[in-house]
């Protein structure tokens, strides 16, 4: 008789499994919201609305972190990544008016090393304190033999709310509104496969980022996403704002034309905010086409709101006040649903 087969034999160690899930689960209750009713372990996720709301609307958004998880195994540092998942969801959510409530991950591996899921449930608990919204629950799935022991993924889903009357989609952006950027320090999560392409290909990951750099080339690329969500709700409280923009893949003119009225053109023009070195960088050294840089990488701005002219100091305002530097980058004109990017 031949030898019984496990499903431990098989890849599969669910005790690894387990032991992950006892380490994780203080991380996980720290982000708690008063509406969250389930505990971790549970099958679903059960969280109530607010109070306050008078015909609440659920808004949600699912996403990861593109190809920056290479760059977190280059490293051997994964307490920063799931800052990032989290931050590309509840800042998606955010265009909408949305507050985020509760967020749900799946972490995907080739083995379940209960260390490395502890650090990753690190990074999406920070990233959820940062947000706001809770972290209710998700997966730990192990897949042996289609990925490599040392292999991740991270991705995960926002779930948020927004009062029906507050919805932002657009349709009252007009001409004459001006456009906010708000900044990014780093390339945040997209571009990621040209950026890596341009700055790592034959180059230590511990080398300097440029000359005179305070960090490497791995530290810079690695920098966790700025999460917008909260200044999004400060800046809708205080101002007269129409839409919000998220800008990732596909840059400012790939999001911007997301939430033109049809009647609209938005004028952006080059120059009126600082574009981060690394962006540079990427540029010279590929070299890669401005117009390709514009159409693949944010260039410093992570998210763009318009709102009323009468509004655009009060904007500037909150957006400081929430930690953000924050310039006006931009008009809305009468037009076709475009976005002209023009040097100023």
Avoid at 36 to 42: E, R
Avoid at 216 to 243: F, N, Q
Wanted: hydrophobic content about 45%; some cysteine.
């Amino acid at each position: 008789m031949s030898d019984e087969v496990s499903y431990a034999a098989a890849g599969v160690d669910i005790a690894a499994a387990d032991a992950a899930i006892a380490r994780i689960k203080p991380h996980v209750e720290s982000t708690y919201r008063p509406e969250v009713l389930s505990n971790i372990g549970a099958f679903g996720s059960l969280v109530a609305v607010p109070a306050g709301y008078d015909e609440p609307i659920l808004v949600s958004g699912n996403d990861g972190a593109g190809t920056k998880p290479a760059v977190a195994v280059a490293m051997n540092r994964y307490d920063t990544i799931g800052i990032d998942v989290v931050a590309m969801c509840v800042d998606d959510i955010a265009t909408m008016g949305a507050e985020p409530l509760f967020f749900l991950d799946q972490i995907t591996v080739g083995s379940v090393d209960p260390e490395l899921i502890e650090e990753l449930v690190k990074g999406l608990a920070e990233g959820c304190r940062q947000a706001g919204c809770a972290l209710t629950g998700g997966e730990i799935a192990e897949h042996p033999g289609v990925m490599d022991k040392d292999d991740f993924d991270l991705a995960g889903f926002a779930v948020g709310v927004v009062e029906r009357r507050n919805i932002l989609d657009g349709t009252a952006v007009a001409p004459g509104d001006v456009i906010v950027g708000l900044a990014s320090p780093g390339i945040r999560c997209n571009g990621y496969s040209l950026a890596r392409k341009v700055l790592l290909e034959g180059v230590d990951i511990d080398t300097p980022a440029w000359p005179g750099a305070d960090r490497s080339v791995g530290e810079e690329l690695l920098m966790p996403s700025v999460i917008y969500s909260p200044t999004i709700r400060g800046l809708i409280d205080a101002a007269e704002v129409h839409a919000a923009a998220h800008i990732t893949g596909g840059g400012l003119p790939g999001n911007l034309v997301r939430v033109l009225a049809s009647n609209t053109d938005a004028v952006v023009e080059r120059g009126s905010w600082e574009v981060p070195r690394v962006f540079r960088e990427i540029a010279l050294r590929g070299p890669v086409a401005a117009a390709e840089m514009e159409k693949v990488f944010n260039l410093g701005v992570g998210m763009a709101v318009v709102v009323s002219k009468d509004s655009v100091d009060v904007a500037l305002e909150a957006a400081r006040a929430g930690g953000h530097d924050a310039v006006v980058i931009g008009n809305i004109v009468e037009g076709s649903a475009q976005v002209r990017i023009e040097d100023r």
